[in-house]
């Protein structure tokens, strides 16, 4: 059973505009979340985690919250750019370390047209 | 500059055959990982390595084998190839510091099986 759901599955925006990715999880423990970017044909680059409880952290264009009681957490982007165009993925941690587990979500493939 | 390469990139072999991908980190980190992506799934753990000579399996290990025989090379082996085993395959390394934990990701090995 996929414990990390991600929404919606593929998104289409125009250049310039604002869009919000969804990742819900059940996951437990929930140690950390992180979100990657993943350009066509390469592999997972990070963008953010988060750890605490109504996390909130912000690089760049890209911001993310975490609600931990909900199991809920968004990926913001700002004023999208052609180069916004990738999978964005969502990995929850069961620990903080090699000991534990990383769940990945299946992804949304963010598309930015002009 | 922190990396993780994957040897080929590409690969097109036929059922029944041996399989050998490769994976290097300039790192010096302990811990590596070899996982498959297929499309509408997240990523799957394969095979771990806490360090030389020291694997775990991990979710899906049936029909893999892998080697650490040194600290920066990790390699994935498919004895006798079957065309379900066609996925993109990525290798991550992973940092413990006192306050994160980070995995970095290869570029992928694109495996055809026919």
């Known amino acids: 059973k996929t414990q990390v759901e991600q929404s919606p599955q593929s998104l289409v925006v125009r250049q310039g505009e604002n869009c919000v990715l969804q990742?819900?999880?059940?996951?437990?423990?929930?140690?950390?979340l992180r979100w990657f970017k993943q350009d066509t044909g390469k592999g997972l680059v990070s963008l953010t985690v988060?750890?605490?409880?109504?996390d909130k952290t912000s690089n760049g264009r890209y911001s993310a919250t975490l609600d931990k009681d909900a199991k809920h957490s968004t990926l913001h982007i700002t004023a999208t750019l052609l180069d916004d165009t990738a999978t964005y993925i969502c990995?929850?941690?069961?620990?903080?370390?090699?000991?534990?587990?990383?769940?990945f979500g299946a992804g949304t493939q963010l598309i930015v047209i002009p | 500059d922190m990396k993780v390469t994957q040897m080929p990139r590409y690969l097109i072999k036929r059922m029944g055959e041996n399989v050998l991908l490769e994976c290097g980190q300039d790192?010096?980190?302990?811990?590596m990982y070899w996982y498959r992506q297929d499309p509408g799934l997240g990523l799957q753990l394969i095979y771990i390595?806490?360090?030389?000579?020291?694997?775990s399996e991990g979710d899906i290990p049936k029909g893999y084998r892998v080697s650490r025989k040194k600290r920066e090379h990790f390699s994935l082996i498919l004895d006798s190839a079957k065309t379900n085993q066609t996925s993109v395959y990525f290798c991550?390394?992973?940092?413990?510091?006192?306050?994160?934990?980070?995995?970095?990701f290869g570029p992928g090995t694109r495996l055809t099986v026919l």
């Open positions: 990995v929850v941690g069961d620990r903080g370390s090699a000991l534990g587990r990383l769940h």
């Open positions: 990742c819900n999880y059940s996951v437990t423990p929930d140690n950390h």
């Open positions: 790192m010096s980190h302990e811990t």
């Open positions: 390595s806490y360090d030389v000579d020291s694997n």
């Open positions: 988060l750890v605490h409880e109504n």
């Open positions: 991550a390394s992973s940092f413990e510091g006192l306050s994160s934990y980070e995995q970095y």
